[in-house]
T-cell receptor, first 118, second 107 residues
């Protein structure tokens, strides 16, 4: 079966431009997560959806970051007026999250979008 | 705030050697996961440990969850160049990741 896919894989933006990053989760997965990963570091949580509801956006670094999942499947992370410090890999993950067992919370990651702001 | 500390941060070894990576926290986790990430790819789930004291084996990889569910370790026996990558431990619902261990296995 298809895994999590993300597009584009690479994005170069000039400072001040808006960007939109897309995530297609595994079909049937209820939960969707966005993470930001700096070079050589572990991913850091940005935001979390359960179906179409954004339940936690505590990790979004500023109000320039916005995420949506309007129909409970595909999600888009939008960054407005990009800054150089936004350069990172943006990872999307999905999990089944049903059944209440620890394994149902396991997250499966896409390949990421590498954003470079020049 | 829950934090996960991994050590060592970097590890460079010869093919055939054994190694252990540690993941420690002052907080209790209901489960911990280990991921492996290669350059240009997302993390790939290796294992989930749930029960304190649990030991899981995946071929040459052995994962252990501490009795108090605050720490975990990953032991690789007879490392191979194909084991090269970034190893990450993670826990919690909105995963909290350690900073990772960059493993390089030289032939």
């Amino acid at each position: 079966g298809a895994g999590v896919s993300q597009s584009p894989r690479y994005k170069v933006a000039k400072r001040g431009q808006d960007v939109a990053l897309r995530c297609d989760p595994i079909s049937g997965h209820v939960s969707l997560f966005w993470y930001q990963q700096a070079l050589g570091q572990g991913p850091e949580f940005l935001t979390y959806f359960q179906n179409e509801a954004q339940l936690d956006k505590s990790g979004l670094p500023s109000d320039r970051f916005f995420a949506e999942r309007p129909e409970g499947s595909v999600s888009t992370l939008k960054i407005q007026r990009t800054q150089q410090e936004d350069s990172a890999v943006y990872l999307c993950a999905s999990s089944l999250e049903s059944g209440g067992t620890p394994r149902s919370y396991e997250q499966y990651f896409g390949p990421g979008t590498r954003l470079t702001v020049t | 705030t829950q934090l996960l500390e991994q050590s060592p941060q970097f590890l460079s070894i010869q093919e055939g050697e054994n190694l252990t990576v540690y993941c420690n926290s002052s907080s209790v986790f209901s489960s911990l996961q280990w991921y492996r990430q290669e350059p240009g790819e997302g993390p790939v789930l290796l294992v989930t440990v749930v029960t304190g004291g649990e030991v899981k084996k995946l071929k040459r990889l052995t994962f252990q969850f501490g009795d108090a569910r605050k720490d975990s370790s990953l032991h690789i026996t007879a490392a191979q160049p194909g084991d090269t990558g970034l190893y990450l431990c993670a826990g919690g619902g909105k995963l909290i990741f350690g900073q990772g261990t960059e493993l390089s296995v030289k032939p």
